[in-house]
């Protein structure tokens, strides 16, 4: 028998996807992390033998990667691949299985349903949070992956927006946050503006240094302290037998880890290639001196995107800081130095947005449309089609327009009908049969993705000559009921 929880949220990260299960325990709320053996949130690389097709996920498949490379191919950050075409597989495998980048991320959702089995739960349904900038064909790829491992995905939340929900309670009489959350491959900075339980971005930035890039930067230098230390300076890091390597690279970012609180860590690996057993303790100002470049990125990274909000330093309310790098002592201390108490940072940083994706799933609320979206019309006015507030699921509206002249064609300009700076975001061209007064039919819906679309075709017309406009940047804000 297993426990009745249907309150599931998705991280599903670059480098790992964690999934978190909201439950109901004798009258207390509590969020069930659904770790590996470590607590921690499992990585999203999978590796399958290309002759038997055989898949190998998880955490120990990660630590031993360049081993399993041998004889597999591994398939590292499956969520960066998903808009690639399927016409090139990614493997064809022994068994003549031709594996997309959906089977792959269907592999991880599969792993993921593990996980959540060894918890005795069930995993059907979840809400997923994916990042604003997710085009439509990879959320409907998503979609389909979770399918295939027989999870419904109900909704789909920006990441920034599910880490803000998670931490609600507390940051509530925010109005004005910068989410900073930077993961294993990526930095993502959002600025959020809030208001009795709405939430909008108003400017996105990202960077694609992380804590991947991290490790290696330090298993390559403590590669060349080592050869010094030894006088074997002509040994290089490629050198050394790829599954050693992976051993430097494992203990590099334990001792990244142990920086968080400690002045010093040991690296210890009892083979690595030519120089035998290894043993080498590392201080911190060794370490923040290292990683100088990638947190000077990173904070560069938040203040342009401040600066894009156009809302100015000082009137951020709060810097939630989420992703496992975010918990880098250096980085810490640059950002006290800017923000001083208005950091926040919450204890389980790699397991926050799928908290808040668990939450938003069980609490009712709704996306809203944080931008008007019309037809700006040959009077020069504009006609709304979708206006900003509007909720948006299950969303469609139809709408009739004359042409005015006998022309071919009926030219639509679709934008934001911002008063003061209009933003054109689509012109659509549309056969007409040159009468004068010619109705075109204009159909539009936002599907379960958060994709706007828009038909539009002459009444004259066959449905052959209908033409589309898919807009996949569409502003969305998200309310929770108060
Ligand atoms: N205390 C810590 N100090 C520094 N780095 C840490 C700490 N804890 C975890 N990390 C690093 O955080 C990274 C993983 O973070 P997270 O799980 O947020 O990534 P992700 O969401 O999969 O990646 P992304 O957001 O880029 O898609 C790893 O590189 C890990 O080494
Ligand atoms: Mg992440």
């Avoid at 880490?163 to 925010?174: I, K, P, V, W």
Wanted: glycine fraction near 8%; charged fraction near 30%.
């Amino acid at each position: 028998m297993g426990l009745l929880t249907d309150c599931f949220g998705i991280d599903f990260g670059t480098t790992n996807s964690a999934v978190v299960s909201r439950r109901d325990q004798d009258g207390n709320i509590v969020f069930h992390q659904h770790g590996s053996d470590y607590g921690l949130p499992m990585p999203s690389s999978i590796a399958i033998d290309r002759k038997t097709g055989e898949v190998y996920s998880g955490r120990r498949s990660w630590e031993k990667r360049s081993e399993l490379a041998e004889r597999c191919e591994y398939i590292r950050s499956v969520k960066s691949l998903l808009d690639d075409d399927d016409g090139a597989p990614l493997l064809i495998d022994g068994n003549d299985k031709r594996w997309t980048p959906v089977d792959v991320a269907s592999e991880i959702f599969k792993a993921l349903k593990k996980l959540v089995r060894n918890s005795h739960e069930r995993l059907d349904r979840a809400t997923v949070a994916i990042p604003i900038t997710f085009s439509p064909t990879k959320r409907r790829k998503l979609r389909q992956a979770a399918a295939m491992a027989g999870i419904e995905i109900t909704s789909f939340i920006s990441e920034p927006t599910a880490a803000f929900f998670a931490n609600y309670d507390d940051l509530r009489s925010c109005s004005t946050i910068a989410v900073f959350d930077w993961g294993g491959g990526t930095l993502d900075v959002s600025v959020l503006k809030h208001s009795g339980g709405a939430v909008e971005e108003l400017a996105v930035r990202g960077m694609s240094i992380a804590g991947d890039h991290i490790d290696m930067k330090m298993a390559r230098h403590i590669h060349s302290m080592i050869a010094r230390d030894r006088r074997s300076t002509g040994i290089a890091f490629e050198d050394i037998p790829a599954r050693q390597r992976d051993y430097l690279i494992v203990a590099s970012e334990r001792a990244k880890k142990e920086f968080s609180g400690d002045d010093e860590a040991t690296v210890a690996i009892s083979e690595y290639g030519d120089f035998g057993t290894l043993r080498k303790t590392l201080i911190y100002d060794w370490f923040a001196e290292i990683i100088r470049p990638e947190v000077d990125a990173a904070v560069d990274c938040l203040k342009k995107a401040v600066k894009s909000s156009k809302v100015g330093i000082n009137n951020i309310d709060v810097v939630l800081m989420v992703g496992g790098t975010s918990g880098l002592r250096p980085l810490r201390e640059a950002m006290e130095q800017i923000f001083a108490d208005r950091i926040y940072m919450p204890e389980n940083k790699e397991w926050n947005i799928a908290m808040g994706a668990a939450k938003l799933r069980h609490e009712p609320g709704e996306h809203y449309a944080a931008q008007s979206l019309g037809v700006n019309l040959s009077s020069g006015a504009f006609y709304p089609i979708l206006s900003r507030g509007t909720p948006l699921k299950g969303f469609k509206a139809s709408c009739d327009f004359g042409i005015v002249d006998s022309s071919e064609e009926a030219r639509f300009i679709f934008s934001d009908g911002d008063e003061r700076a209009p933003l054109c975001l689509k012109s659509l061209s549309v056969p007409a049969y040159r009468f004068l007064y010619e109705k075109i039919k204009l159909d539009a819906e936002v599907d379960d993705n958060l994709v706007f679309t828009v038909y539009a075709k002459s009444e004259r017309q066959s449905e052959d000559f209908t033409r589309f406009w898919e807009y996949d940047g569409l502003r969305c804000g998200y309310r929770i009921s108060k």
